[in-house]
T-cell receptor
Framework: NAGVTQTPKFRVLKTGQSMTLLCAQD?????MYWYRQDPGMGLRLIHY???????AKGEVPDGYNVSRLKKQNFLLGLESAAPSQTSVYFC???????????????FGSGTRLTVV | AQSVTQLDSQVPVFEEAPVELRCNYS??????LFWYVQYPNQGLQLLLK??????LVKGINGFEAEFNKSQTSFHLRKPSVHISDTAEYFC??????????FGRGTSLIVHP
């Protein structure tokens, strides 16, 4: 099925460990985003990409790195996990520019990460 | 700059009652507005959107929203809710950029 696929769906990390979350979309969307969702905080943008090979910081980028080597994939990395990074992470994609108004944003089903 | 305020973090309501979820926005330019719904343990799905034209927008599952430019609001309504409408609802705004800003969400809890 077309859409945004996130792996893994669940993960438990120890403080200081590293990991990479993978987001893959098959809709040929130019833009991709990583959000974190915390109770009472809504969705906060971590990083985003407006095209292959580009990345930009969002609202809460500290402690995360991203890469977009291929148009269909957007990776989110945690180099040294901290308990404050316990959250649900969502990836989203959209067409570029004015076309996003008609299509909206397509979200993955999320990755639930716990850092102990 | 753009921002969104969802005035209620939680809205409890009985089944078949009407409901209104409030959303106010701020932007220095013309805006496009969206409502998304998130069912438990799922990602967000587009419920409806306002781009231009009629200020009353109809979406899926019987929801509608009204754009009020003078009050900078985009409230979501449904005349009769069902248990299955229990979910988190997010209002989002697009202003000068194509990166949306989401509100903090409103949890709609429908009681039998």
């Amino acid at each position: 099925n077309a859409g945004v696929t996130q792996t893994p769906k669940f993960r438990v990390l120890k403080t200081g460990q590293s990991m990479t979350l993978l987001c893959a979309q098959d809709m040929n969307h130019e833009y991709m985003y990583w959000y974190r969702q915390d109770p009472g905080m809504g969705l906060r943008l971590i990083h985003y990409s407006v095209g292959e090979g580009t990345t930009a910081k969002g609202e809460v980028p500290d402690g995360y790195n991203v890469s977009r080597l291929k148009k269909q994939n957007f990776l989110l990395g945690l180099e040294s996990a901290a308990p404050s990074q316990t959250s649900v992470y969502f990836c989203a994609s959209s067409p570029a520019g004015w076309r996003v108004l008609g299509y909206g944003y397509t979200f993955g089903s999320g990755t639930r990460l716990t850092v102990v | 700059a753009q921002s969104v305020t969802q005035l209620d973090s939680q809205v409890p309501v009985f089944e078949e009652a009407p409901v209104e979820l409030r959303c106010n926005y701020s932007s220095s330019v013309s805006v496009y507005l969206f409502w998304y719904v998130q069912y438990p343990n799922q990602g967000l799905q587009l419920l409806l959107k306002y781009l231009s034209g009629s200020t009353l927008v109809k979406g899926i599952n019987g929801f509608e929203a009204e754009f009020n430019k003078s009050q900078t609001s985009f409230h979501l309504r449904k005349p009769s809710v069902h248990i299955s409408d229990t979910a988190e609802y997010f209002c989002a705004v697009l202003g000068g950029s194509y990166i949306p800003t989401f509100g903090r969400g409103t949890s709609l809890i429908v009681h039998p």
